[in-house]
């Protein structure tokens, strides 16, 4: 899994913290039940497809909520989000993975997250990563 390259760009972009998301701001599924701030992004993991020997193929659903009213912020958010995911090309994270390339696959449409009580859209992306070193 690549998670801590993914973190990292998403946690430190002057640009999501310029649109309201907080350093901080940025869960894994199911990992808390409520959340104060908003705008946040919740990251969803799926299954690895292992290819070419130790590389593998993942989905990343990367899901932004924000307070009711209409979707701009989410909008603008997911768009910042695209662009740095799918620039990062051969970049290492802290957890001993690499992320090799990343691949946008779509965006949803307008969603109610009952859950969180908030609206909602999601991208899902492609990650290829490989174990650093």
């Not at 894994?28 to 409520?34: H, L, S």
């Not at 051969?90 to 990343?102: E, K, L, N, P, W």
Request: hydrophobic fraction near 40%; proline fraction near 2%.
């Amino acid at each position: 899994m690549s998670r801590a390259a993914v973190n990292s760009v998403l946690e430190n972009s002057i640009e999501l913290q310029a649109l309201g998301l907080l350093p901080g701001a940025t869960y894994a599924a199911n990992a808390v039940d409520t959340v104060e701030e908003r705008p946040f992004i919740v990251m969803r993991w799926e299954e690895n497809v292992r290819a070419f020997d130790t590389r593998g193929v993942q989905g990343l659903t990367v899901w932004v909520n924000d307070n009711l009213g209409d979707y701009t912020r989410i909008d603008a958010c997911l768009e910042v989000i695209k662009r740095l995911l799918t620039n990062m090309v051969h970049v290492a994270g802290s957890d001993g993975r690499t992320i090799t390339q990343i691949d946008w696959s779509g965006d949803s449409g307008d969603l109610w997250d009952d859950g969180y009580h908030t609206i909602a859209r999601n991208a899902g992306f492609s990650v290829v990563s490989r174990p650093t070193g």
